[in-house]
């Protein structure tokens, strides 16, 4: 069953929109704290070279804690928008014509969010970890923890896009998951990590456009 006409039009209970937020934040830390390991090493290096009276590891936990905190907001407003979408039946009411073309529509857009200023000021940021820290370290919990949000907000800007992607993940959810996060941590870690992305920008765009054009040009 498609993942944007997965619901009867009926109002969630908070039951409901609470777990669906759970799901979201699971999914995002499971996929992007992984893609953060380079700044988080590089980090905990910088901390055991200032030798801290406190533990190397306090900065680095700091600094993942600043990055799961923007990763939760971002899988509650997820959660939202699919309980706003849900709860004014814009796609449960839809004709599967209507659900593909959204569908394709989607792809589009983060086919071409790919190829935006965007996200290249925000991958270059991400894709290096010691530029990052040269920048903007100090010492103390406090800071790593700015630094971490500062980081999370970088790759939210980065991945948002393919994000969305889940929106129209169906019954594929889990492979779509999987697949995504091996894509971002590609496009960080990779030395050929952004032309991957341009690569997936273009498959996704001329998915995006087959499904639209199937829909609207196809037979009667």
Known sequence: EHALASSPARAWTRLELATSAAIWIVMMLAMMLPTAAPMVLALGAIGRGQRARTSPLAPAASFVLGYAIVWTAFSIAAATLQWGAHRLAWL???EPATREVLSGALLLAAG?????ALKDACLSRCRSP???LMARWRPGALA???MGIAHGRDCVGCCWALMALMFVAGSLHLLWTAALAMLMLAEK???????LGRIAGGVLMIWGAYRIGAQLFGPA
């Not at 071409?112 to 935006?116: K, L, R, V």
């Not at 870690?189 to 032309?195: K, Q, T, Y």
């Open 189 to 195: 870690a990779l030395r050929s990590g952004r032309l």
């Open 112 to 116: 071409a969010f790919q190829f935006s």
């Open 144 to 146: 790593a923890l700015r």
């Open 130 to 132: 010691l530029a990052f």
């Open 92 to 94: 449960s009411n839809a």
